[in-house]
């Protein structure tokens, strides 16, 4: 099986956490490939960087899909662009944001997300909302750091989501604790055992459940939302 | 007051044929631009095209910024990188779908929406959930027809509106029909004659709000889901 | 264009304080009149008093109508007989609340709604609820003060509605702050100065809307739930 | 026990319907008052009805508190006033919509609710919304015939309820029927006969529950939604 | 009629407090049974006690029905097995909790549940969607003590609960206290007392609603969700 | 790894019939068990059938904790005794229902769910609705064939399923196609390719996010909706 992880952001050390951790959890047979585009932000914070990682991350949607892969997994929580690229995609794109808030709704009876900064709170909520999930939202925990800062200081990270997930645990009713970004990828398993809570870390739970699709033979539907678009002048 | 028209399509006959329509409606003392892109698709039918479609049009909502522009109006009705357009814009911007949707919801009980092809009904049902509309939602009617033709054979698209309209009244409980398409402008009123129901061109609806707003001195909340983007680079 | 504003209340000073507001923001070729009934509640704290006003509003709905106005403005929060007075009116009936929520709920993520006194905050949401916009409604807001007490203190008024905002923003993740009071018609712009956060007035927002709408040229449907109610014996 | 049953139209034809159905079903040792106001409409088909019929229903409940009732039904099932009425009221007021709404939801899956023309559909939908209860909610039979012309041929409006009611369960999922009508009153069992399925009598219902209200003591809560209205003055 | 309540768990001193309670607000003509099952828990507070005693409980709902019952009620606050029970019944079967939540959601705007231990707060939540009655649900109390200490520290949970209670009102907007376990039957009046807030006891309430569906002559419906089931092996 | 299959039924034939399917999809290293209860219903199809197959599926889940297995699939659409297994259990269970539903969200907009008999119609409902799934839900599809005579006669249950799916597609806007059964193991395949639209077999589909579960480490949540149930007497 042929595994097309795309990191949506342009900071290729990014990039190369994400592969390592994945290296870790993989099918021995499964040849995973994780990439990132030449152009657009070096991370995504805002629906305006979502917007502009869109264009570059379809081109890698048509780029695994010319070089024969199985299965696709875009790796940023906001799933930028995920519906068109399912639209282009005629081999399965697994969002990691979907994904994990469909795996943490069976895992618990609610969830919290962690984000950056208080701005993206509304993003969580909204996109838990176009999910379908939104019966299983507890909270947006709120880190105060950069992507960026996650990467470089993952102690400080760990240590502010611990705190957060706790108070999420005795006041919002939370039974499961979503890392809400690619970055924080090999996190979980160290919060959760000092939490005594489940933990989720998306980028793994996605590439595992992309696995199973491939095995499965599953595809997403192209007879409705994810039709395969008109093709047309694109000046 | 000035107002700056996006259209996010590379179509300028459709841009020509939005400016004509808004001069008619405006207030005497509103200075109207009128423009579209300069790259991306000729229409906007899918998610793809959206996506496309989202940074060339941030282009020019800086631009309307940047020239002292009162108020920016998105001439699409799927409103394609409205969020993003809000978060890097200090002057209000509305979407034509947005605008449109809350306004039908305040005159009928239910409302339905025509859409060029049967791939587009599960977008309308999501953009309607998340504008929080949903309880007014109908159906989505499917004209079968390209947005371009449309453009071209307007008796012929006039014609498909009125039997689908027609049928959601009878059918779906709605009680008022909107255009789904930023380039049926100008066809609201005929149709309304021939149908005896609220029929709504979301391009003209959403121009005069934003006249409403511009007068009022309103603007989107940039305190939260609409907050200024980290700044950061951009490879 | 000729527009008819009725406070549902019997207090003239609310009148002319809303005339006067008005008379500030209005086109200038819009002819206004703003009119109170002659007998119902001074003012609207409770479902009771919104009982006794609708059958003397609606009285006032059919003297528009029958005096050829183009639009008429029920200006009261709580848009009291406000489906009934459509039933009635052929011209366009604009309550100031449901304009003002749904211009909330595309200003920011979340509202607010300031409210008289405790009693009142479930009528806040079942209206919300109503109107189709409770996925943007964060809370209502106690002033713990009698609408008349509003009209009579102003600047006590804005100084409890400065100190409940300011909590709503930071607590109930509220962007946007209604005002729920036609009495508070003006006092937006000081509050939005001092709390950086947008303030509707919803009598100056619904005024708006209805001109906006009369120059549209739109009207309610009158095809179901608006329907003229059948002519009977009123004994 | 003293039990208070409000017709808030003003036809005595179908208030003396209700008080021989009710006499038959009554506890032995009820004591049963069954009154309509004497101003206001003649029937009740439209929120302009409503409205008309809102004032002079108030005065009846407050007469009721006033004589020592210990229980009122409002006996008209769009429930006209009655959150005005509880309110003003210190003793129970139980709305026949409200009760039966309720009870169906009880007796089976999903319920349908005869009308009598199809603009009141719309009130339908957004009752069963207000009452919380939307998810049992199939549909609702039209059966085009006025609420004094149910009372003068009841065969012709058994015969259409059965006809619709049975297109309800084979199209629908409707497990249960609820008659959209206080003077439909003793109807019901002749149609269940025939159909097979549960059809609910809404004054019949109310009236049992409220029996079962005042015998267990209860009464609706003071303390937020219904609190006592503040004392005014009333023009 | 003959009233057969079924105390689904094996603790026989709770189903005489039932027993004696029920006694004292049955009709004079009410033959009262109430008994338990002589296999299952001792009490329940899982959803795995739920599922043992499920068995057991259907057996007396057939005893029931065989005996010529005239209507069940099944006095546990989860209502297990009540799906089961009314399928396999042809006698009306009354669960406390669908029948008190339904109840509260007429006496107030929203109600709050007493609970044994936090585990069960998830519980109520999904009890309370699957209702139907959710947007009357404003939290869930928990009591932190078993529900055998309960019954055998009556004064103790009395104090819990109006702590607790006086909470929900001032915090969660309740105006309706719901004692969330059978075994509190004939606590309510006292706390209400004390409390100047309506309190709900489920068996109680539910009894009463059983009278009067007795009385009315209904029945579930059984063309669908409560449907016989086919006859088949158990092995 | 070692993965726990359970068929709550006591039909060896179901239960070999999953067996030989999941052989041909494990992972190569897992070691699969399938087994089913001693007791119990021979088919699960009413909410009776559910309870009666409770308690002995639960010892099953008892027994897979005492052996070590890794994780525990529960294979009946209904998901029979899910969340009190998810109670009992320290490794992790799946529901085949649960699984397939939050599968069938992500792969295409809406789903259709095929079931025996009109009785399971709201069943599904419910249960979606309890999955958090409910915007995904198109219809379910009444194959009226026994669970039995399903296993028996696949070619016929193939053919109705192709036809029900295809009106489902066509009217109710799905996707994608779940088979509401796990005896319909192994049918996936041969209709997808007959219908072109993607259906989803649960047992499979349950299957490999188990594995991946068990791959990944994860464990659903303790601490609240799924806490070990207190240890009482079981008479």
Partial sequence: MRVFVINPNTTESVTD??????????????????????????????VYDETLAGA????????????????IVLACFSDPALDAAKEVSDIPVIGIEEATLHMAAMLGHKFSITTAFSNRVPT???????????????STLVMN??????????????????????????????????????????????IERKLGVVVLDPTSVAFKIAEAIADLGLRHS??????????????
Wanted: net charge negative; glycine share 6%; proline share 6%.
């Fill in 17 to 46: 956490h994400i592969r390592r951790e994945l290296e870790k959890i993989k099918q021995p047979d499964t040849e995973l490939t994780v990439v990132n585009p030449e152009h657009g932000p070096v991370s995504i914070e805002s």
């Fill in 145 to 190: 750091m950069s992507v960026l800062d996650m990467d470089a200081n993952p102690e400080e990270a760990k240590a502010r989501i611990q705190e957060l997930a706790r108070k999420a645990v005795q006041e919002d009713g939370a039974e499961v604790i979503v890392l809400g970004c690619a970055g924080l990828t090999g996190y979980a398993e160290d």
């Fill in 222 to 235: 192209k007879i409705g939302r994810f039709a395969t678009p008109p093709v047309k002048e694109i000046k």
């Fill in 124 to 138: 969580r909520e909204l996109h838990t909302r176009l999910r379908g999930v939104e019966s299983a939202y507890a």
């Fill in 56 to 71: 570059p991350t379809l081109e890698l949607v048509r780029r695994a899909n010319e070089e024969g892969y199985d299965v």
